[in-house]
């Protein structure tokens, strides 16, 4: 637990963390503050990733009560990024549990790290103008399409672009 701790510490120091926290709470559970240290991971700590969050999930997130915020929170993280928390909400509500609390804050700050490094990577790959298709992005299909009842066969090529999603079927 107190390793935990260390690191929540370390975690609110990084994202600039304004509030003080008494670490007795955070050892107890009271999940006011871990919904303060949510709330701040969610809109205060990175700005990328915050666009992220109001791009992908309900706009209103950051107005929402309490049990509705962490409920959509739960499912975000669950949709957005694969990971599952080990709380249900009436845990989260309830005093104790302090630990498990410690480590799903641990675990948005990496979701936060891994999202924001891969909205920077993926902002330097993206082409300035699309140039022309190269003969590699281009690729063709051919299939035989048979109808038993009339005893005809069709040749069917399909061709996909993969840089500008074009599908093109030919009979």
Known sequence: MQNNLHKVKRVLEKTNFAESFDQAELE??????????????FFRASESFTQFIDANAHKDLKFMPDPAFFKNT???????????????????FDKGYGERKMVLVLSIYDILKKT?????????????????PHASDESRKEYQVINHKNHVAKNVLIKINTTTEKRTLTV
């Open 116 to 132: 924001r490094k891969g909205l920077k990577i993926n902002h330097q790959l993206t082409r300035v103008e699309a140039g022309a």
């Open 74 to 92: 739960i499912l975000i993280l669950c949709d957005l990024f694969g990971y599952r928390t080990e709380l249900t909400p009436q845990q989260f």
């Open 28 to 41: 107890a559970g009271n999940s006011t503050v871990f919904l303060k240290i949510i709330h701040h991971l």
